[in-house]
């Protein structure tokens, strides 16, 4: 079945430091979604991505659907501790209703 | 606007006992979802609702996991009898219609099975 493939699964930086993830599947995509999950709550939705080649941004958040459909990817630029938490990509598979498949997600700690 | 609500947020059980999980969705969703998150591994839909029937149950436990939501606003999930593999956080999520919608999602319930 679909799977999406996230790395690197943590990631240890400074505050101040720009991050970079990414997501990969071996299918098709026709939407990607980017989830922020902090401890203890439920995840919430940073960005969507509905065209290939998108680049779409959210204050110090950009993401990029990929041209092949098969990858996305997530920058937070300049970090701060309230970054702090596990990133996930998620897409919905086809022709099921919108239902959503996760990746592994990718834990960030931010040291200040 | 008030957001998902779960409860309860912890539960600590032993195994063979029974459990359920209450949701409240977002005022005026039709559809709800219930998923199983692992430690370690990002959430799994259970089932999703769309108003009062399933919409998709493929991925629930039937032996053990059954779920309702009788008049299309909250519903329950119960596991009877819970395994010690059923230990995760259970969330509950709403969008307003389905399919493309922005899934929100509650807080969870964390669920230990001794």
């Known amino acids: 079945g679909q799977q999406l493939n996230q790395s690197p699964q943590s990631m240890f930086i400074q505050e101040g430091e720009d991050v970079s993830m990414n997501c990969t599947s071996s299918s098709i995509f026709n939407t990607w979604l980017w989830y922020k999950q902090d401890p203890g709550e439920g995840p919430v939705l940073l960005i969507a991505?509905?065209?290939?080649?998108e680049l779409t941004s959210n204050g110090r958040l950009t993401a990029q659907f990929g041209i092949t459909r098969k990858d996305s990817f997530l920058n937070i630029s300049a970090s701060i501790p309230s970054d702090v938490g596990i990133y996930f990509c998620?897409?919905?598979?086809?022709?099921?209703?919108?239902?959503?498949?996760f990746g592994q997600g990718t834990e960030l700690s931010v040291k200040p | 606007e008030a957001g998902v609500a779960q409860s309860p947020r912890y539960k600590i059980i032993e195994k063979r006992q029974s459990v359920a999980f209450w949701c409240n969705p977002i005022s005026g969703h039709a559809t709800l979802y219930w998923y199983q998150q692992i430690l370690g591994q990002g959430p799994k839909l259970l089932i999703q609702?769309?108003?009062?029937?399933?919409?998709?149950d493929s991925q629930l436990p039937k032996d053990r996991f059954s779920a309702e939501r009788l008049k299309g606003v909250d519903s329950t999930l119960k596991i009877q009898p819970a395994k010690l593999e059923d230990s995760a956080v259970y969330l509950c999520?709403?969008?307003?219609?389905?399919?493309?919608?922005?899934?929100?999602f509650g807080p969870g319930t964390r669920l230990l099975v001794l």
């Open positions: 991505l509905y065209k290939a080649g």
């Open positions: 999520a709403s969008s307003f219609m389905g399919a493309g919608e922005t899934q929100y």
């Open positions: 998620a897409g919905p598979i086809y022709n099921q209703g919108g239902k959503l498949i």
């Open positions: 609702f769309q108003n009062n029937g399933v919409v998709d």
